[in-house]
């Protein structure tokens, strides 16, 4: 596998790579390649079609290229046990069965066989891998954009091909529901930025709102004053991004990230004994789907 890096901070220096969109207002945009080498072993792989085939052939035989064992085949058995019930999963041709979860792994039944697979997705990109072990197809799909569902529809469409399934238009169904999901965003934006436009007081004195927030987990945010009622934070370990709090009433703030990846969203600010004690930090959930707890600590 000569074309594939470890490394994020290698990206960039790459010959031979694609650059990552997303939507920004609604436009799809070139976006900087992402730092993610703070948690390598999960997001910071960066490969080719061809050699994740040679890394899925070596899956699909069990460990084996040619004739040597390169990993061991209790090893890939054991990644394919369920260790977990993820729940139920309805799929677009009416089956509805459970999905599973192994080591690294989802499991499904789909018409009869059984799939292994895990879909990825980062800053500006969004890959998916499915086996089928037992019948031995292998499905590699990789994208620039972290906004489609495109690898969705695909896969499933050269399966049925694959196993000779009625044919479904895919494509138009997962189309269908990523345009109402966004429908559905941009509605909740607009409420969102009406509110802002009605330049609405705080229920505290802006200044009451600036100070060090900390949580134990992440680490400091500062938050300080902007124009006009604007509050501005900044990230201890996200030094290049800032986040523009506008006022919308109460002790929430509208916030827009200088990075699109992480999104729109309201911070709403704790406030008790007459004075702000912390905020809730809300991130796209493509990110981060939990919120965290910030206290303010002066």
Same mark, same amino acid.
Do not use: C
């Given at each position: 596998?000569?074309?594939?890096?470890?490394?994020?901070?290698?990206?960039?220096?790459?010959?031979?790579?694609?650059?990552?969109?997303?939507?920004?207002?609604?436009?799809?945009?070139?976006? =900087?390649?992402?730092?993610?080498?703070?948690?390598? =072993?999960?997001?910071?792989?960066?490969?080719?079609?061809?050699?994740?085939?040679?890394?899925?052939?070596?899956?699909?035989?069990?460990?084996?290229?040619?004739?040597?064992?390169?990993?061991?085949?209790?090893?890939?058995?054991?990644?394919?046990?369920?260790?977990?019930?993820?729940?139920?999963?309805?799929?677009?041709?009416?089956?509805?069965?459970?999905?599973?979860? /192994?080591? +690294?792994?989802?499991?499904?039944?789909?018409? /009869?066989?059984?799939?292994?697979?895990?879909? +990825?997705?980062?800053?500006?990109?969004?890959?998916?891998?499915?086996?089928? =072990?037992?019948?031995?197809?292998?499905?590699?799909?990789?994208?620039?954009?972290?906004?489609?569902?495109?690898?969705?529809?695909?896969?499933?469409?050269?399966?049925?091909?694959?196993?000779?399934?009625?044919?479904?238009?895919?494509?138009?169904?997962?189309?269908?529901?990523?345009?109402?999901?966004?429908?559905?965003?941009?509605?909740?934006?607009?409420?969102?930025?009406?509110?802002?436009?009605?330049?609405?007081? =705080?229920?505290?004195?802006?200044?009451?709102?600036?100070?060090?927030?900390?949580?134990?987990?992440?680490?400091?945010?500062?938050?300080?004053?902007?124009?006009?009622?604007?509050?501005?934070?900044?990230?201890?370990?996200?030094?290049?991004?800032?986040?523009?709090?506008?006022?919308? /009433?109460?002790?929430?703030?509208?916030? $827009?990230?200088?990075?699109?990846?992480? +999104?729109? $969203?309201?911070?709403?600010?704790?406030?008790?004994?007459?004075?702000?004690?912390?905020?809730?930090?809300?991130?796209?959930?493509?990110?981060?789907?939990?919120?965290?707890?910030?206290?303010?600590?002066?």
């Amino acid at each position: 596998m000569m074309n594939t890096l470890a490394l994020t901070a290698d990206m960039p220096k790459s010959f031979n790579r694609t650059v990552a969109h997303t939507l920004v207002d609604e436009r799809l945009s070139a976006i =900087p390649y992402a730092q993610l080498d703070g948690l390598a =072993p999960a997001a910071s792989i960066s490969s080719s079609i061809n050699d994740m085939s040679k890394w899925v052939l070596a899956l699909l035989n069990n460990g084996k290229v040619g004739a040597r064992q390169v990993i061991p085949d209790a090893a890939i058995l054991a990644t394919r046990a369920p260790q977990d019930i993820v729940g139920s999963i309805r799929h677009l041709n009416g089956e509805t069965n459970y999905e599973l979860y /192994g080591l +690294g792994w989802f499991l499904q039944d789909y018409a /009869g066989h059984r799939i292994v697979m895990h879909d +990825g997705g980062v800053s500006g990109y969004v890959s998916s891998v499915t086996l089928v =072990p037992q019948e031995h197809p292998g499905i590699i799909i990789l994208t620039n954009t972290d906004q489609n569902a495109f690898y969705e529809a695909l896969r499933w469409e050269i399966m049925d091909a694959y196993f000779k399934l009625p044919y479904r238009n895919y494509s138009e169904a997962y189309l269908s529901s990523f345009k109402s999901n966004m429908a559905a965003e941009q509605k909740v934006y607009k409420t969102w930025r009406d509110s802002v436009a009605l330049n609405l007081q =705080p229920a505290s004195p802006i200044a009451n709102y600036t100070g060090t927030y900390v949580n134990e987990f992440y680490g400091s945010m500062v938050i300080s004053r902007g124009e006009n009622n604007d509050l501005e934070a900044v990230f201890e370990h996200h030094p290049k991004m800032f986040v523009k709090l506008q006022p919308i /009433g109460g002790h929430r703030f509208f916030a $827009t990230f200088s990075d699109p990846i992480y +999104g729109k $969203t309201v911070f709403p600010f704790n406030f008790q004994n007459g004075k702000i004690t912390g905020v809730k930090v809300k991130v796209a959930d493509f990110v981060e789907a939990d919120p965290y707890e910030f206290k303010k600590v002066n």
